[in-house]
């Protein structure tokens, strides 16, 4: 699979997590204003206020999500014989897209990791050309191609 495979991948894991993340977002804001006056004290302030924080949280993970899609739609094409942002390399430990840290990302048999260049990892991929090594956690990688 190619490095445009992999890019939309990562672009539809991110548009089900905005679409998660506002649908969550309505309901919380909703559970919140559908809360009636109770003559037990303060429990309707305290589920709506409940309700905001969850609401909250789903906004802070709808803004992550849109400024990692902002990310991809910016990620240059890869081109050259070292490793840059927006290249699909494959190793002797399999298939790594320096992108966005989605993690490891599975499609029938194929599989690769999603990592940000900004990511220790990242950082040690960046700039290595084919036949170059990496030594990460006791294990040595081998770069056996940059694809395109």
């Known amino acids: 699979m190619n490095r445009e495979f992999w890019l939309n991948a990562a672009k539809q894991?991110?548009?089900?997590r905005i679409q998660h993340a506002e649908k969550a977002m309505k309901r919380a804001q909703e559970a919140a204003?559908?809360?009636e006056k109770s003559s037990a004290g303060d429990k309707y302030e305290t589920a709506r206020a409940m309700?905001?924080?969850e609401r909250d949280m789903h906004a802070r993970q709808l803004d992550q999500a849109?400024?990692?899609?902002q990310m991809?739609?910016?990620?240059?094409?890869?081109?050259?014989?070292s490793i840059q942002n927006g290249s699909?390399?494959?190793?002797?430990?399999g298939a790594y897209f320096l992108s966005i840290g989605l993690g490891k990302l599975e499609f029938g048999k194929e599989n690769c990791i999603l990592l940000s260049a900004a990511s220790?990892?990242?950082k040690l991929f960046i700039g290595k050309k084919a036949g170059e090594e990496i030594n990460w956690n006791k294990e040595t990688i081998t770069i056996e191609a940059i694809l395109s």
Not at 13 to 16: K, M, Y
Not at 66 to 69: R, S, T
Not at 88 to 93: A, D, G, I, K
């Open 120 to 122: 220790p990892l990242g």
């Open 33 to 35: 204003n559908s809360e």
């Open 66 to 69: 849109l400024k990692e899609m």
């Open 72 to 81: 991809l739609e910016r990620l240059p094409a890869a081109s050259g014989e």
């Open 51 to 53: 309700g905001q924080l």
């Open 88 to 93: 699909l390399v494959q190793t002797s430990n």
């Open 13 to 16: 894991v991110l548009a089900d």
